[in-house]
C-alpha cells in the first residue's frame, strides 16, 4: 500500500498532513501500523476538519495527526491516544489564538455537530479534536 502524500485525503488536507510524523522527520509507514482502517479513520476525520476550516474560513496549519505507537510513547501522548487510530490531530488556524478558537469551536457547538472532542489544554500552541470511538465528554483535561 503505497500512498500519494501529495494527494488530496479531503478538501483541504493532503495524505503528507496525515501522515508526517514531525520529531522522526519522515513519513509513517506500513511498517509503522499504517492500514487500510487508519487510513479510512484519518480521510474521516480529514472531512470534519474541512468543515472546521471553512468555518474559520482561514488555513489551518496541522501539527500532527497520525502517531504509531512508539512515536506517540516518545513524545509523551496518552496511551489511548486517537491519534494511533489516525482519528485526532493537533493544528493552530492560522492568525488566531489557540484559546479563542477552542473557545469558538466549544461555543458554536461545533464538537456536538461533528460528533468530536476537543482538549482542554489553555494556553496551549495547538488545539486537539478527534473522533474519539467513545465520546463521554466534549471537552476534556489530558
Known amino acids: 500500500m503505497e500512498l500519494d502524500y501529495k494527494a488530496k485525503a479531503s478538501k483541504y488536507f493532503t495524505f503528507h498532513e496525515l501522515f508526517w510524523l514531525p520529531k522522526w522527520n519522515r513519513y509513517a509507514t506500513k511498517e509503522d501500523g499504517i492500514n487500510q482502517t487508519i487510513i479510512t479513520n484519518a480521510i474521516m476525520h480529514a472531512k470534519k476538519m474541512d468543515v472546521i476550516r471553512e468555518w474559520f474560513q482561514r488555513p489551518i496549519n496541522i501539527h500532527c495527526w497520525y502517531r504509531p505507537e512508539e512515536y506517540n510513547k516518545q513524545i509523551g501522548g496518552a496511551s ?9 490531530c493537533d493544528f493552530h488556524v ?5 484559546d479563542d478558537v477552542r473557545k469558538n469551536i466549544v461555543d458554536n457547538k461545533l464538537l456536538e455537530k461533528l ?10 500552541g495547538w488545539v486537539h479534536l478527534d ?3 467513545v465520546i463521554t465528554k466534549r471537552f476534556f483535561k489530558p
Open 94 to 98: 492560522g492568525g488566531l489564538n489557540c
Open 131 to 133: 473522533s474519539a470511538s
Open 115 to 124: 460528533d468530536l472532542r476537543c482538549e482542554d489544554l489553555p494556553e496551549s
Open 80 to 88: 489511548k491516544s486517537s491519534h494511533i487510530k489516525g482519528l485526532a
